[in-house]
C-alpha cells in the first residue's frame, strides 16, 4: 500500500472517530436540553407557588423579596445555560460536517512530536483529558499561520513555548468525509485556493479560514495601536479577515468582550445581509451592524430628508453638465476635510460670546418664554455652551412646572373635562387610579374628581412641550448652522465667490429641510458642540468596512463618538468611487497628517484572491498603478469584450450570454451598470426574457439570481459571473470615472463580460493590452 494512501485512509479514520464523539456529546446535549428546558417550563409556571408573600411586617417584606429573588437568579441560571447548551448543539453539528481544516505536529524542546488539529471549535476526547481538535483562535494554533516547518514559538498567558513544527497539513473536509489533503510550507497551494473559492459562489461570503495567509493573521490578532488600517486590493480578503478578526476578539476577550460591544460600519444593507453568516460560521455570536447614513437618520430624519451618499454619486454621475455642479464638488471637497471642522470649531468659539438662536415657548397659543429670553438667560451663564444649554433646560422644565399648576387653576381644563368622551374618561380614571390619585373616599368627591381631571388633562396637554424641551428643540439648530457661512472668515483655499455659493447652496437646501450628504457629519458635529451629546463608552472595537469612502471629518467625528473603541478600517483606494470628481483626502491614502497622535499602524494586502487570475491581470491594468496587485494562481477564462453595432444586437448578446453562465452552473450574475437609471432600463428590457431582480436602492438584500444594479452598490460583493453592459467612450469617458469601472469589474469570479456599441471603447479600457482579454 503507498504510504500516502495509508496516510489518507488513517486521517479519515480519525475524521469517523472524531464524529462518533462529536454526535454522542451532541447527543447528550440535546437529552439535557430536554430535562433543562422541562425544568425552565416547571419553573415559570410554579414561579408564585415556590414565593412566599408576606407583606404585613417590615422583615417580612424582606425575605419576600429574598425569596422573589432567589426564583429568579435560579430560572435565570437555568435559562442561561440552556442558551449555552443550544450553541453547542449547533457548533457540533458544524464540526460534524467539518470537524478540523489543519494539522500540525509539534515537538515542544525536550518533549515528544504532538499533532495538533485545528478547527473552529475545540473539542476534548471522551475522558477530558487531551484535546482531538483545538480552537483555531487558541494561542497554538498561531503557529498553524505564522510558520512553515522548522523552528517555531508561540506565546500563552504562561509564557513563550518555544519548539520545532515536523508537519504542516491542510485538509478539506465536507459533510465528514476526506475531500482533499496536502502538506505545505507558509503560502497556501492554488489545489486549496480551487476547491475552496473556485466553485459556485454562496448568497453569503464563504469562511475561508483555511486559506489564511501571513498578512491576514497579522490582522486577525494585531493588538498594538490604537487605529489599525488595512489598504487591500479588491478581493485580497480584507473583509473575511475583519470577520475572523472580530471571532478571535471574542474568543481572546471572552471574559472581557461580548459581540455587542463591537460595532461593523457597513457600507450598505445588501453587505449587511451578505455578511451576516459569517461569525456564526466561525463559532461566535453576530456583532452589531450599520450604517454610517443609518445613525445620522436616527438623529436627524425627523428634521431633514437626507441624502445618501448613493443620491450624491448619482448627481455626480447623472448631472456632470448642470450648473451648480462646479459649485458643489467644490463643497464636497471641503466639507471632508478636516480644515472645516476647525472653521466650526472657531464658529463655535464665538457663540460662547454671541450669536446663538432659540424658539419660543409657547403653549395653547401663548409665548410663555421668548426667545429673547431665552437668550438673555444663556449669556448671564459662564462655562461651556453645553452645560450653558443643560442650565437653561433645567430653567425652562422648572417654567413648565409653574406654568402647569397655574393652568389646573384655569377653567378650561374643566370644561375639556366635561366634554371627555366616554372612552377618554375611562382611560383618564384608570390613570389615576394607577397611580393612586383616586381611593375610595376620594371617588365621590365631585370637586376633588374635576381637580385631578384637569390635573391630568394640563399634564397630557403639556407632555409635548415638555419632551421637545427635554430634547433640546428651544435651539434653532438649522439656524445656527445656516448663519455659520454668514459669520465664518472665507476660507484660504478658495475664493470669497466660491465659499458665497456653497453658502447659498446649502441654505437653499436647508430652507426645503434637504440636507446634503456632504452636510451630515458637519451638521451632526455642530449639533453635538452646543448640546453635549454623550459619548458611546460600551463599544470596545469598531470596524469600518470601505473606509476609502469616508471622509477625514468623518473618522474624527466617529472617533469622538466611541471615546473607548479601538478602530479598525479597511478598504481600498482604488475603490473610492465617493469621491470621484471631488478628489476628497482618503485616511486610507493620506495616513501622515496625523498619525503620531492617532497611533495608526497600516497593513497591506496586496494578493488578490477573488477572481481569476486572467481577470485580476485585466481589471489591475486599469488602474495606474496596478502592478503593485498581484493575482493569486487560479486560472480561468479570460475576460471578453464584446463589440456590437447597435441597442438590439447588444440586447440580444447579452441575453445569450447570460443563459451561457447558468448553463455552466453559475448561480449569480450581475449586470453592473454606471448610473441607477441606466440600470432601471436594463432591467425593463432583460425583464421580458429572463427572472432577473433589480437593485437600486442600498436598503434591499443580496439574494441568488441574475441581479441588475449599479455597479457602486455592489461594493465588497463578488458574484460568480459579471456583465458591464456599455463600456463605451459614451458611458465611461471621465478619467474621474476610472475607479468605479475598475470596482464594478473585480466583483468578477469567475467570468467576466464587458459590452459596447458604437465605434470606440471607453478611453479608460484603452490602456489595458489586447493580450489580456479575447474580442467578440
Known amino acids: 500500500m503507498d504510504e500516502n494512501h495509508y496516510e489518507w485512509q488513517q486521517e479519515q479514520k480519525r475524521i469517523e472517530d472524531v464524529k462518533q464523539i462529536l454526535g454522542e456529546k451532541k447527543q447528550k446535549i440535546i437529552e439535557d436540553n430536554k430535562e433543562l428546558m422541562g425544568d425552565i417550563i416547571e419553573l415559570r409556571q410554579g414561579f408564585w407557588d415556590d414565593v412566599t408573600v408576606n407583606m404585613d411586617e417590615p422583615d417580612d417584606v424582606i425575605e419576600t423579596y429574598a425569596s422573589i429573588k432567589q426564583q429568579a437568579e435560579l430560572l435565570s441560571e437555568r435559562e442561561r445555560s440552556y442558551g449555552q447548551f443550544h450553541k453547542l448543539v449547533k457548533l457540533y453539528g458544524r464540526q460534524e460536517d467539518s470537524p478540523y481544516f489543519g494539522r500540525i505536529d509539534f515537538q515542544e524542546e525536550n518533549g515528544e512530536i504532538e499533532s495538533i488539529y485545528i478547527g473552529i471549535g475545540s473539542l476534548m476526547d471522551k475522558n477530558k483529558e487531551n484535546f482531538l481538535i483545538y480552537d483555531w483562535r487558541a494561542p497554538v494554533s498561531s503557529m498553524y499561520y505564522d510558520y512553515a516547518p522548522g523552528p517555531v514559538h508561540y506565546e500563552t498567558p504562561e509564557g513563550e513555548v518555544t519548539g520545532e513544527m515536523e508537519l504542516k497539513r491542510q485538509f478539506i473536509i465536507r459533510r465528514g468525509s476526506l475531500q482533499g489533503m496536502f502538506d505545505t510550507g507558509l503560502t497556501i497551494g492554488d489545489e486549496l485556493l480551487q476547491h475552496v473559492l473556485g466553485g459556485n459562489a454562496?448568497?453569503?461570503?464563504?469562511?475561508?479560514?483555511?486559506?489564511?495567509q501571513k498578512e491576514q493573521n497579522q490582522i486577525i490578532r494585531y493588538d498594538k495601536n490604537k487605529m489599525l488600517i488595512v489598504q487591500g486590493a479588491a478581493g485580497s480578503g480584507k473583509t473575511s479577515a475583519a470577520m475572523q478578526r472580530i471571532a478571535y476578539l471574542l474568543y481572546r476577550y471572552r471574559t472581557s468582550i461580548s459581540a455587542d460591544q463591537i460595532l461593523l460600519f457597513s457600507p450598505n444593507h445588501m453587505f449587511i445581509s451578505y455578511v451576516a453568516s459569517v461569525l456564526p460560521e466561525l463559532g461566535e455570536d453576530n456583532m452589531r451592524q450599520t450604517t454610517f447614513q443609518e445613525y445620522a437618520a436616527e438623529r436627524l430624519d425627523r428634521d431633514f430628508k437626507l441624502e445618501s451618499p448613493f443620491e450624491q454619486l448619482e448627481y455626480l454621475l447623472s448631472d456632470q453638465d448642470s450648473q451648480g455642479l462646479e459649485s458643489r464638488v467644490t463643497a464636497i471637497r471641503f466639507k471632508a476635510a478636516l480644515d472645516y471642522k476647525n472653521l466650526l470649531d472657531g464658529y463655535v468659539k464665538g457663540l460662547t460670546e454671541k450669536g446663538m438662536k432659540f424658539r419660543n415657548i409657547t403653549f395653547r397659543g401663548q409665548t410663555i418664554v421668548s426667545a429673547k429670553e431665552i437668550h438673555q438667560y444663556f449669556y448671564k451663564l459662564t462655562g461651556r455652551i453645553p452645560n450653558r444649554i443643560e442650565s437653561v433646560k433645567v430653567w425652562l422644565l422648572d417654567k413648565l412646572e409653574a406654568l402647569q399648576l397655574a393652568e389646573q387653576k384655569k377653567d378650561w381644563p374643566v370644561e375639556e373635562a366635561a366634554f371627555l368622551a366616554k372612552h377618554e374618561y375611562v382611560e383618564t380614571f384608570k390613570e389615576l387610579e394607577e397611580n393612586k390619585e383616586f381611593n375610595e373616599d376620594t371617588f365621590d368627591d365631585f370637586e376633588r374628581e374635576q381637580q385631578l381631571l384637569a390635573k391630568r388633562i394640563v399634564e397630557r396637554k403639556m407632555r409635548p412641550l415638555r419632551k421637545k424641551v427635554e430634547q433640546l428643540k428651544f435651539i434653532q439648530m438649522r439656524r445656527l448652522y445656516e448663519q455659520f457661512f454668514d459669520v465664518a472668515p472665507v476660507p484660504d483655499t478658495m475664493s470669497e465667490k466660491e465659499w458665497k455659493d456653497i453658502g447659498r447652496d446649502t441654505k437653499k437646501a436647508l430652507n426645503k429641510k434637504y440636507l446634503y450628504a456632504e452636510d451630515i457629519t458637519p451638521y451632526l458635529y455642530l449639533q453635538d458642540q452646543i448640546e453635549g451629546r454623550s459619548v458611546n463608552t460600551v463599544i470596545r472595537h469598531l470596524f469600518i468596512d470601505e473606509a476609502q469612502d469616508y471622509s477625514p471629518f468623518q473618522i474624527e467625528f466617529i472617533r469622538n463618538l466611541f471615546p473607548n473603541a479601538r478602530f479598525n478600517l479597511l478598504g481600498d483606494y482604488n475603490q473610492a468611487i465617493h469621491n470621484l470628481y471631488t478628489k476628497a483626502p482618503s485616511l486610507l491614502e493620506e495616513g501622515e497628517e496625523r498619525e503620531e497622535d492617532l497611533k495608526v499602524e497600516h497593513l497591506y494586502l496586496m494578493r488578490s484572491y477573488r477572481s481569476t487570475k486572467p481577470i485580476v491581470e485585466f481589471t489591475k491594468s486599469i488602474l495606474p498603478e496596478g502592478e503593485k496587485i498581484e493575482a493569486f494562481n487560479r486560472e480561468g477564462q479570460k475576460p471578453r469584450v464584446h463589440k456590437k453595432a447597435n441597442s438590439?444586437?447588444?440586447?440580444?448578446?447579452?441575453?445569450?450570454?447570460?443563459?451561457?453562465?447558468?448553463?455552466?452552473?453559475?448561480?449569480?450574475?450581475?449586470?453592473?451598470?454606471?448610473?441607477?437609471?441606466?440600470?432601471?432600463?436594463?432591467?425593463?428590457?432583460?425583464?421580458?426574457?429572463?427572472?432577473?431582480?433589480?437593485?437600486?436602492?442600498?436598503?434591499?438584500?443580496?439574494?441568488?439570481?441574475?441581479?441588475?444594479?449599479?455597479?457602486?452598490?455592489?461594493?465588497?460583493?463578488?458574484?460568480?459571473?459579471?456583465?458591464?453592459?456599455?463600456?463605451?467612450?459614451?458611458?465611461?469617458?471621465?478619467?474621474?470615472?476610472?475607479?468605479?469601472?475598475?470596482?464594478?469589474?473585480?466583483?468578477?469570479?469567475?467570468?467576466?463580460?464587458?459590452?459596447?456599441?458604437?465605434?470606440?471603447?471607453?478611453?479608460?479600457?484603452?490602456?489595458?493590452?489586447?493580450?489580456?482579454?479575447?474580442?467578440?
Not at 451598470?673 to 432591467?683: F, G, M, S
Open 202 to 212: 454562496s448568497s453569503q461570503m464563504k469562511s475561508i479560514v483555511a486559506t489564511i
Open 648 to 776: 438590439e444586437e447588444l440586447m440580444k448578446a447579452i441575453l445569450e450570454t447570460i443563459q451561457t453562465r447558468q448553463d455552466e452552473g453559475h448561480e449569480t450574475i450581475a449586470l453592473l451598470t454606471r448610473t441607477k437609471q441606466e440600470a432601471i432600463d436594463l432591467h425593463a428590457r432583460v425583464e421580458d426574457h429572463l427572472s432577473t431582480r433589480l437593485i437600486y436602492k442600498e436598503s434591499q438584500s443580496f439574494e441568488k439570481g441574475i441581479l441588475v444594479l449599479p455597479g457602486y452598490l455592489a461594493k465588497g460583493i463578488e458574484f460568480d459571473a459579471v456583465i458591464l453592459p456599455e463600456v463605451s467612450r459614451k458611458t465611461y469617458y471621465k478619467e474621474e470615472e476610472r475607479k468605479l469601472l475598475y470596482t464594478a469589474a473585480t466583483r468578477a469570479m469567475h467570468e467576466l463580460d464587458l459590452f459596447y456599441t458604437g465605434e470606440e471603447i471607453s478611453p479608460l479600457l484603452q490602456s489595458v493590452p489586447e493580450d489580456l482579454y479575447e474580442r467578440k
